[in-house]
């Protein structure tokens, strides 16, 4: 049972993860296609959705084997 929810919690991470980078990453691309802002904006784009990518493949893995958010390996 421990293990299922520490599954079921990091998968909410990683759904909290996609939401916080997505979001920002989408209207900041959106502003850049519509010229509100500048090119360089790109950077931060990139930063912010690589980051938010690596963070939710590594709580989905953690979601996969039943590892809470927080941890590093499976509970007793």
Do not use: H, Q
């Amino acid at each position: 049972m421990k293990a299922f929810l520490d599954g079921t919690a990091s998968f909410l991470a990683a759904l909290a993860t996609v939401v916080i980078c997505g979001l920002p990453s989408y209207f900041t691309f959106k502003a850049i296609e519509a010229g509100l802002a500048p090119t360089w904006a790109w950077a931060a784009v990139i930063a912010l959705a690589g980051v938010g990518l690596l963070m939710t493949v590594a709580f989905l893995s953690k979601a996969v084997n039943g590892v809470a958010p927080s941890r590093e390996r499976r509970r007793r």
